[in-house]
């Protein structure tokens, strides 16, 4: 009975291909939409979940804190004590902080004989290359001789010195840094090793300096935006945090005169955006799921009109009102199951694409495809009950009357 019952709906859903397809066109679109975007969701948090996760999780970003001015204004506070005294007064009063670097950087144009690059110019110390484990694949680093007398050298990206020195070894030669209306003059002592693109960019087209360059020759000023502090161990990560909260607290007078935020931080309030995000938006495309399934009602209310006379034929020969009613059910949920099943190939073939685009990880889960064709099959059932309902209330009289 059931498999006679599928075959006439397959048989009905054949007879006018064209409105068939365009009464799933709804749901194809929306289970589609609501694939595509959890996946793109979830890759891209994945990507950078990845990114972060490889610096380690016992980093600590250290900032000024916020204050909120008349009008909404924002401003930070206690800017103009983040000194690079300050990060050593943390470095020795915080046992469970193992190393700490400034956070300070500017951007500028870069030239080299013919060459120029519009890039972000890092002023850093030695300890940069432990704390990020990034380190020169030719000539060397950042040292502390360099810092401590504010010497113009610089340490190329591999990316940006493909892009100053494409047939030329920059080791030694002599780049032009202009920022803010002025120009000087640095001697390229390292490129780093290729590291590819970060959680914060692409760090392979940076050019990185002495911090105290940058602060005393560029910024003309003593004060940094932040700190990076890298605790002892992982398992460290929480005692650092708390020290550096105790210590600034007294220090600064007021735990609103900063803020701090931990890899494992980061990383959940990530989860927790991105989340909600592709949640909020697969809700929106669950929309377009909704409308096909008016979709389908109108076309069922169209057969039901259309099959009158067949629906009189079969009450004549014996068939009750309960295999009307499971027949058109089951052509509504055979249109929203074909649809569903579209949307899914549709769906992971957009993720696909934007995943490809975007460089991240194609995620499909089982989760959000079941999720999806289980609501296209209940919007099917939904929808198609009041026309089966219809049908299966014909008096076979009058169904045998109809012209």
């Not at 099959?307 to 014996?318: N, Q, S």
Request: glycine letters at 12%; charged letters at 15%; proline letters at 3%.
């Amino acid at each position: 009975m059931i498999l006679a019952i599928l075959r006439m709906a397959f048989d009905s859903l054949t007879v006018n291909k064209l409105r068939s397809f365009l009464s799933m066109l709804g749901i194809i679109i929306g289970v589609g939409a609501v694939i595509a975007i959890v996946s793109v969701g979830s890759g891209a948090r994945s990507q950078v979940t990845n990114q972060i996760s490889q610096l380690g999780s016992n980093l600590i970003t250290i900032s000024p804190g916020i204050r909120r001015g008349s009008g909404g204004r924002i401003s930070f506070t206690a800017t103009d004590v983040f000194t690079m005294e300050l990060a050593e007064q943390i470095l020795q009063n915080c046992p469970s902080v193992g190393r700490i670097m400034p956070n300070v950087q500017t951007s500028g144009l870069l030239i080299a004989g013919n060459a120029n690059y519009q890039t972000q110019v890092v002023g850093v110390t030695p300890v940069y290359q432990q704390i990020y484990d990034f380190y020169p694949a030719r000539g060397q680093f950042i040292t502390e001789a360099h810092e401590a007398n504010a010497t113009n050298v610089m340490v190329l990206g591999s990316g940006l010195a493909k892009e100053l020195f494409p047939n030329t070894d920059p080791l030694g030669q002599t780049v032009k840094l202009f920022v803010r209306n002025r120009h000087l003059l640095f001697v390229v002592v390292g490129v780093m090793e290729e590291k590819g693109t970060g959680a914060w960019g692409n760090i392979e087209n940076q050019a990185f300096i002495p911090a105290s360059v940058l602060m005393k020759k560029i910024n003309n000023r003593k004060y940094v935006n932040g700190y990076t502090a890298q605790a002892v161990s992982a398992a460290a990560a929480k005692a650092a945090v708390g020290e550096i909260e105790y210590f600034l607290t007294r220090y600064l007078g007021g735990a609103d005169k900063f803020r701090i935020t931990s890899q494992e931080q980061l990383l959940e309030t990530i989860s927790q955006v991105t989340g909600t995000l592709s949640l909020m938006l697969g809700g929106i495309a669950g929309i377009s799921l909704l409308v096909g399934g008016i979709g389908i009602m109108n076309i069922m209310l169209v057969s039901v009109t259309e099959r009158t006379r067949e629906i009189g034929i079969r009450k004549a020969l014996g068939a009750k009102r309960r295999h009307i009613l499971a027949q058109f059910i089951i052509e509504a949920l055979t249109m929203s199951g074909l649809g569903g099943l579209l949307g899914i190939g549709l769906g992971w073939l957009g993720a696909a694409g934007v995943a490809r685009i975007g460089g991240w990880p194609l995620v499909v889960t089982h989760t959000s495809v079941l999720v999806a064709f289980s609501f296209s099959l209940l919007v099917g059932l939904f929808f198609g009950i009041y026309p089966a309902r219809k049908a299966s209330k014909l008096d076979p009289v009058i169904a045998l009357s109809y012209e």
